[in-house]
């Protein structure tokens, strides 16, 4: 009988953490990453190709040396 008691607990616990941490991550994943050139917002999967190919790059001008 305590014994069912625990293991709800237990389950009720976990969900909770599962829970928390599904929260935390979406939370991270919808605040995205802010380029460093041009200041717009991207998720955290596009940021670092989005940085490479940023207009506002200056980095990457040896791109344009045809011009
Ligand atoms: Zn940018």
Known sequence: MSKNMK???NGT???LLL???IWFAWGKKTE???CVFC???FSHEN???HQLSCEDNNVNM???RSR
């Open 7 to 9: 293991l709800a607990i």
């Open 62 to 64: 040896q791109f344009d």
């Open 13 to 15: 616990v976990a969900l």
């Open 32 to 34: 995205g990453a802010v």
């Open 47 to 49: 940021i670092s190709f």
């Open 19 to 21: 829970g928390a941490l």
């Open 39 to 41: 200041g717009k917002t």
